[in-house]
């Protein structure tokens, strides 16, 4: 097929890339920079309301997806894991989801 270009996308978090693919960029997320207009930004106050399919904010800036709720756990795409703590809190290290993403009508 000669000179045939393509993307690769590995799904990986940038503390694991190996050697191989170290002069590659980066993604974060593989939704579009920013949230686009056609979402709203809802700041998240109740978790309950969380499920999986809905599109959230990390730290006000990075698109995820949750894929996964338990009573304990909320899991992203991109594998940010995010536990309940002392029964109260939501952590996920120094991450945090801020926002859901409501798609306007």
């Not at 756990?73 to 926002?99: A, P, Y």
Request: proline share 2%; glycine share 8%; no cysteine.
């Amino acid at each position: 097929m000669g000179d045939l270009k393509e993307d690769v996308f590995y799904v990986t978090p940038e503390k694991k890339v190996a050697s191989n693919v170290q002069e590659y960029k980066h993604v974060k997320t593989f939704e579009p920079e920013g949230t686009g207009s056609d979402y709203d930004q809802k700041k998240i106050r109740d978790y309950s309301s969380l499920k999986m399919g809905t599109r959230v904010l990390l730290n006000s800036e990075d698109v995820q997806i949750i894929t996964n709720v338990s009573s304990r756990q909320i899991v992203t795409n991109v594998g940010n894991k995010f536990r309940k703590s002392d029964g109260v809190e939501w952590g996920g290290g120094d991450k945090k989801i801020t926002h859901k993403l409501v798609k306007q009508e």
